[in-house]
């Protein structure tokens, strides 16, 4: 598990891991997981795990701590954006964290409309910033689920880049130019991996 990094390395983690024990937060830690990113929302539902992800992964000594939204044009971008951000501040562990877009296309959540999908994301971002900063939003995609979801768009590419490709190097050297977006922020390089008696992505920054 021990590799040569260019940054620190992290790992994200989704709803569907479930409640997640405090000992395989111990234990993502001590295998050098520095930085930590928690589902806080999927489509219509808020995550009701993230709250506790959040704590434990502290309590571990993971020092920084982001979330991730899964929107869905089933429901309105100012309402999902409300939501998140009220069960997250409420709960006390929105502070000075970012809070990362994640632009895919799953089941039924997007248009097959390029435009609609470009107009239902500004219109998300815009209440995000009004609630948390522009400068606490990031943007999650990869080259093909940004083309299948809005197309050529540029429209987002003021905001730092998570972007996806499973090669399973921890570094930028794959990196290619979509978007708008000339150079990436983190890169979620192994999805899906069995470790400390849970699945967890891999990221590196």
């Known amino acids: 598990f021990i590799m040569a990094l260019n940054g620190p390395k992290g790992f994200d983690l989704s709803v569907f891991q479930g409640d997640v024990q405090q000992s395989s937060f111990n234990c993502l830690a001590q295998n050098g997981m520095k930085f930590a990113i928690f589902q806080a929302q999927r489509g219509p539902k808020l995550n009701p795990y993230a709250i506790n992800d959040y704590k434990r992964a502290k309590i571990a000594g993971i020092q920084y701590v982001d979330f991730y939204m899964f929107p869905t044009v089933q429901k309105s971008a100012i309402s999902q954006v409300k939501e998140t951000v009220n069960y997250l501040k409420s709960n006390g562990v929105l502070t000075n964290n970012m809070i990362w877009v994640d632009i895919e296309r799953k089941e039924d959540y997007y248009h097959n ?17 009004k609630q948390i900063g522009s400068k606490k939003i990031g943007i999650y995609a990869n080259n093909w689920s940004w083309n299948d979801v809005v197309c050529s768009w540029t429209g987002l590419s003021k905001y730092p880049l998570w972007y996806a490709h499973y090669d399973g190097k921890p570094n930028f050297n794959d990196f290619k130019k979509f978007g708008g977006f000339t150079k990436p922020s983190m890169k979620q390089y192994n999805g899906d991996q069995k ?3 849970t699945n967890v992505d891999f990221n590196i920054q």
């Open 195 to 197: 470790l400390c008696n």
């Open 113 to 129: 409309d390029c435009a609609k999908n470009q107009q239902f994301l500004t219109q998300l971002v815009t209440e995000l910033e």
